[in-house]
């Protein structure tokens, strides 16, 4: 899961990332989960490069599961943008989060524990995602 804005600001967690309970940086060198890191954060550029745009299969994918959510009440825990009055210490903002999504909307954000440095790069991500909304 990575957390904040979309593109080279995300922040990836991983000090939450595990491979069947295994922290994952116990399990995949350093530099090798940076450059999956780095592919993910260059990953909708590239595909826009290659066909003009990213708005095909992933956005639907992420539409179809959220209102799946909804009108089932799976209270099903996904990544989106909803407004945060207060979480992650942010305010006024939609922003990616993990929440709980079921029958009446998003019903929780869930506030995972963060690093000092992903907490930082979510500041950093925050202060590009206030950028993009007062332009």
């Known amino acids: 899961m990575v957390l904040g804005g ?3 600001d995300m922040v990836p ?3 939450m990332t595990t491979i069947n309970g295994i922290p994952v940086s116990t399990l995949i060198p350093k530099d090798k989960i940076g450059a999956i890191i780095e592919r993910t954060r260059k990953g909708g550029g590239e595909i826009v490069n290659l066909m003009g745009t990213s ?3 992933a956005p639907a994918t992420s ?3 959220m ?3 909804f009108l089932f009440d799976q209270k099903r825990l996904l990544a989106a943008r909803p407004y945060l009055d207060g979480e992650y210490g942010y305010k006024d903002l939609f922003m ?3 929440i709980v999504i079921g029958g009446r909307g998003v ?3 869930i506030e995972i524990p963060l ?3 992903e907490k930082a790069m979510l500041e950093k991500s925050a202060k590009s995602v206030q950028g993009v909304v007062t332009s």
Request: charged fraction near 20%.
């Open 63 to 65: 539409a179809v599961a």
């Open 55 to 57: 708005a095909y299969y």
């Open 67 to 69: 209102a799946e959510a």
């Open 6 to 8: 979309h593109g080279d």
């Open 107 to 109: 019903e929780k954000i």
């Open 96 to 98: 990616g989060v993990p």
């Open 115 to 117: 690093s000092s440095e």
């Open 13 to 15: 967690v991983l000090s």
